[in-house]
């Protein structure tokens, strides 16, 4: 899987928007982009993911850049339950291998929605 | 909805003592996982199941075993627990990848979590 670059922390205030950068410049024709965040001692909730275009569900936004080497996930009215560690991944999808799409995160970004 | 769910949030053992993780989940997926995550080690995959009665060895199988009886069921068993098991351990799950199953499957949906420690 392709490596993927977050900023270790931002702050937000609640009811803004929370915009989070990714960076994933060496991702393959046929990865997809993933967001996954984790609540502190809870497990990873699945957010949101994308090929290249837009996407949109209930929970956020995704921005992915026309070349593919950068994405934007958005929290549009971010609220103190959105503090958690944000993890941009990008992955393969019901493709072959023995990798078993295990799932490699890195260190994530915290993000801190304040009152 | 999707729906995950692990018996036990938080579990203490004592070294020595076999111990069982349950892990279930309603949706259908052909895929389960075991992960442990440590600080700053990230997840990491202990042992996979592509179907019933199937596993795969992950990347630190050892001390560990599974078993998978039933399509929505997924247990792993620490066969005589031992302090460096002191983790959180989490299980997740997916449709089928290709490949006869052992490929890359879908969207992985994980549970709440058991935070094991073990004395």
């Known amino acids: 899987d392709a490596k993927t670059t977050q900023p270790p922390s931002m702050d937000c205030a609640e009811g803004r928007a929370a915009n989070l950068p990714c960076n994933h410049s060496t991702i393959s024709g046929n990865e997809y982009v993933y967001w996954y965040r984790q609540i502190h001692s809870q497990g990873p909730q699945y957010i949101i993911h994308g090929l290249k275009n837009n996407e949109t569900n209930e929970m956020a936004s995704l921005i992915i850049t026309e070349d593919r080497k950068s994405s934007t996930l958005i929290l549009p009215h971010a609220t103190l339950r959105d503090t958690a560690v944000y993890y941009c991944?990008?992955?393969?999808?019901?493709?072959?291998?023995?990798?078993?799409?295990?799932?490699?995160f890195g260190q994530g970004t915290i993000l801190t929605v304040h009152p | 909805d999707v729906k995950v769910t692990q018996s036990s949030r938080y579990l203490v053992k004592r070294t020595g003592e076999k111990v069982f993780l349950e892990c279930v989940q309603d949706m259908d997926h052909e895929n389960m996982f075991w992960y442990r995550q440590d600080p700053g080690l990230g997840l990491r995959l202990i042992y996979f199941s592509y179907d019933v009665k199937m596993k795969e060895k992950g990347d630190i199988p050892e001390g560990y075993s599974v078993s998978r009886e039933k399509k929505e069921r997924f247990s792993l068993i620490l066969e005589s627990a031992s302090t460096n098991q002191t983790s959180m351990y989490l299980c997740?799950?997916?449709?089928?990848?290709?490949?006869?199953?052992?490929?890359?499957?879908?969207?992985?949906?994980f549970g709440p979590g058991t935070r094991l420690t073990v004395l």
């Open positions: 997740a799950s997916s449709l089928a990848g290709l490949a006869g199953g052992k490929g890359i499957g879908g969207t992985q949906y």
């Open positions: 991944i990008v992955r393969a999808l019901f493709a072959g291998g023995t990798s078993y799409g295990k799932l490699t």
